[in-house]
């Protein structure tokens, strides 16, 4: 497959990126500033897009088979910020893949997206938005997987997991565990049409994938 990421420069975005030099696809990176391309085909890049999530993703998106959507607002971002991005940013981006015959699409989302309610005051802007984003993917006809990580840190990875539709219990999870989750996920065909929680754990990463 030929996968555009969205939120290449990001911190799951490179390291993703950086974890599919050995995958048997082709990665374009989709990113707002050219100046970012060098950093990014160093570490493994196949070709790099420029593209606001925010406007026309056309040129990104042609000839793509999936999308990997890494991107989000940071903690300290504005609430009308966050709805930029992780609500009409997200949501915009699976329309044109639509548009685009785009047939696969991986949403890295949030582990409170369906219960807002239950997360921390100054984090429900947050989880409405990914919960919004998540809600228009499984209506756009996508071969779509919704990955809902909680805490993310920058932890080394460990490649062991815990993986289900609702674990019922918060925690946290390194990046570089959850874009090895999305490295394989792309090739999981049981992942498609599904939404999983996913913390750090005991069971290896394709072992928990095989349970979803």
């Known amino acids: 497959m030929h996968v555009l ?8 975005g490179r390291r993703f990126i950086h974890a599919m030099q050995h995958s048997q696809h082709t990665v374009r990176a989709m990113v707002r500033d050219a100046d970012q391309s060098a950093r990014l085909e160093a570490i493994g890049a ?8 925010e406007g026309d993703c056309r040129s990104a998106l042609a000839g793509c088979d999936a999308v990997v959507f890494t991107a989000g607002s940071g903690a300290h971002t504005p609430p009308e910020k966050t709805e930029d991005i992780d609500r009409n940013g997200a949501i915009s981006i699976i329309d044109q893949a639509v548009s685009a015959g785009v047939r696969r699409f991986l949403m890295v989302s949030a582990i409170k997206a369906d219960t807002p309610e239950k997360g921390p005051d100054k984090m429900l ?9 998540d809600n228009h993917l499984r209506n756009s006809g996508l071969e779509y997987t919704i990955v809902r990580p909680g805490k993310l840190t920058n932890e080394d990875g460990t490649g062991h997991v815990d993986i289900a539709k609702s674990l019922n219990r ?4 390194p990046r570089a565990d959850v874009a090895e989750v999305l490295v394989m996920t792309l090739d999981s065909p049981n992942t498609v049409g599904r ?4 913390l750090s754990g005991e069971t290896p990463i394709d072992k928990a994938l095989l349970g979803i």
């Open 46 to 53: 196949n070709e790099v897009v420029v593209a606001d999530l």
């Open 195 to 198: 939404h999983f929680e996913l």
């Open 5 to 12: 990421v969205v939120g290449a420069n990001g911190q799951i």
């Open 170 to 173: 918060d925690g946290e999870i």
């Open 125 to 133: 802007h947050y989880f409405r938005a990914k919960g919004a984003a």
